[in-house]
């Protein structure tokens, strides 16, 4: 079973009839443990994975690390929602080390990147103090290459 | 001139350079007569290659090959298949199981010693056993026992001048991986006629429907097996050329005297490469075999569907469908779907008379390329079967 959730994360379009020849499971009892996922948040939704850049959208990455001060009875968690809530914050992990929180925030261009930073996430009350860290090129995110795939030099017949 | 050697003259080149040399000319060419893993090298290897570089591990080992990787070999082997070998004594580091294979018949045979081999075999066989004074002696095996070696008819076909019997379970190029019980009749059979067990097992962490048997493993047969492994398959690791022997104390100390000479050490950038295959490699080869799994039940499916009679490989990563009904010999089969849909397989009849009526089909390559392959077979077929029915005429209403 863990095999099918391999193949969905690999390649989400994949039918249960696919599956069911990669796997040798029978096909509805595959559909039927899909939609048992789903309903349990084990499979959280279904995306594509864009290259933006390719595509001729210009859009701008940062890292921010944020320095908080932890609340009494729910530690980090209700700053970190005031930070996730916004739609510009990509994603916010709580992290060891000298700065608590690292958000990567989404936006059109530098500036409104840097305006996000100063207006929005820096005057949070129990913000300390932000680092911001532009990404200037993916290489590989989540796991997928953004340049081009390795040239495979096999011959086309070999013993 | 004086003429060359006469075993070496007398050997047929093989019959699949020729096609490879057509095949290789074409554009859009989908390959499924690639005997090699599409992946590259897992990095974590390739990049201890590259440090071995950087650290001047350049020299010659000593001839057995580093003593750390022998150590390591002796570990796995007894952790898969609980086999005891002495890394100082009995394992002997080759340039790919093909060298292995050389020395071990150049040790064990005189000339005219026969060998026995299954019929269809890898290509090097049969001229290596030659190469080295042998007479091969094929025993057919057939697709109704899938392809797997009846040890009754083996044992008809020994004769006062046996030496050996050499086998490659899961086996190129037919998928076909043999059954512990048939497998433990065959070293009975080695047993009681006193001959040497040659074991190719390159490809046996590909063994899909059943645990792998390491034929040394088997009660009776350490003391007269050669186990012939290495790195390409299960690491893909080819072109680095690296495997390694593992036998009794005197055969391997007779091979190692052949590779002194000949070979003086394995490639000592391979040697540390394959050191980090071995001990930081299991998740790359698990991943990879449970990928080839699924390409495996995707391609025998689509085959079938596509209008080949092809049998479930248990093993390696071959198909080995039969063309039969469609009246054309292997040769013209392969020839006639190369050029008229661009997909090259590899005629089974390269691999002796036992393979003609098949086509060898590596499903090492993507899913979108399997899928595109079948798809072309399909039309290939179909256009064929019309083909046909015209030509009779008979068929037709």
């Given at each position: 079973m863990r095999d099918l959730l391999v193949l969905l994360e690999q390649d989400?379009?994949?039918t249960p009839a696919q599956l069911a020849e990669l796997t040798g499971l029978p096909e509805n009892q595959i559909a039927e443990q899909i939609q048992e996922w789903e309903k349990g948040g084990v499979i959280r939704r279904y995306k594509t994975v864009v290259d933006w850049e390719r595509y001729g959208d210009e859009k701008v990455f940062a890292f921010i690390d944020v320095s908080v001060t932890p609340e009494r009875g729910t530690g980090f968690d209700d700053v970190a929602a005031r930070i996730y809530r916004f739609p510009e914050v990509h994603s916010v992990y709580l992290v060891s080390g000298a700065q608590d929180l690292r958000v990567v925030v989404q936006g059109r261009n530098m500036k409104e990147v840097a305006n996000f930073v100063a207006e929005k996430l820096a005057t949070i009350e129990l913000v300390n103090s932000t680092t911001t860290h532009f990404l200037l090129k993916k290489y590989k995110d989540d796991g997928d290459l953004f340049t081009e795939a390795e040239v495979n030099h096999r011959l086309v017949i070999a013993p | 001139m004086k003429p060359l050697n006469e075993v070496v003259q007398n050997t047929p080149p093989s019959g699949i350079r020729r096609f490879f040399d057509i095949a290789q000319s074409m554009e859009g060419v989908i390959s499924l007569g690639v005997g090699e893993p599409d992946y590259v090298t897992p990095w974590r290897v390739r990049e201890s290659g590259i440090w071995s570089l950087e650290h001047g591990y350049t020299t010659y080992t000593s001839n057995a090959g580093l003593l750390e990787l022998r150590q390591a070999i002796s570990k796995k082997l007894n952790s898969l298949y609980q086999l005891d070998y002495d890394p100082d004594k009995q394992i002997l580091i080759t340039v790919g199981v093909s060298e292995g294979l050389d020395l071990a018949l150049r040790a064990l045979l005189n000339q005219g010693d026969e060998v026995i081999v299954p019929d269809?075999?890898?290509?090097s066989y049969v001229p290596c056993i030659q190469f080295a004074g042998g007479v091969p002696v094929r025993v057919p095996s057939y697709s109704e026992e899938e392809f797997r070696l009846d040890p009754e008819r083996m044992e008809r076909a020994i004769t006062s001048k046996t030496k050996a019997i050499l086998l490659c379970y899961p086996a190129n190029p037919t998928g076909a991986t043999q059954t512990r019980e048939n497998l433990r009749k065959i070293v009975t059979v080695a047993a009681a006629h006193d001959l040497y067990l040659i074991s190719d097992e390159i490809y046996d962490r590909l063994s899909f429907t059943r645990p792998h048997t390491s034929i040394p493993a088997l009660t009776g047969a350490w003391d007269r097996t050669v186990l012939l492994n290495g790195f390409s398959k299960a690491y893909a690791m080819t072109g680095w050329r690296i495997g390694y022997a593992c036998g009794p104390s005197p055969i391997i100390e007779a091979m190692t005297k052949i590779h002194q000479y000949t070979m003086l050490c394995a490639s000592h950038l391979a040697q540390r490469a394959a050191l980090e295959a071995i001990n930081g490699g299991e998740e790359d080869v698990q991943a990879m075999v449970a990928d080839y799994d699924r390409r495996r039940r995707y391609f025998v499916r689509g085959l079938n569907s596509a209008g080949l009679d092809c049998q479930e490989p248990s093993?390696?990563?071959y198909a080995f469908p039969s063309i039969r009904h469609t009246g054309l010999s292997s040769l013209e089969y392969a020839e006639a779907l190369l050029m008229k849909e661009r997909v090259a397989v590899v005629p089974g009849n390269a691999f002796g008379d036992c393979g003609e009526g098949h086509i060898r089909c590596s499903y090492a390559t993507s899913l979108d390329n399997l899928e595109e392959a079948i798809d072309r077979i399909r039309r290939f077929n179909d256009q064929l079967g019309g083909h046909r029915l015209e030509k009779t005429g008979a068929a037709l209403p």
């Open positions: 989400a379009r994949r | 269809p075999c890898y290509v093993g390696a990563f």
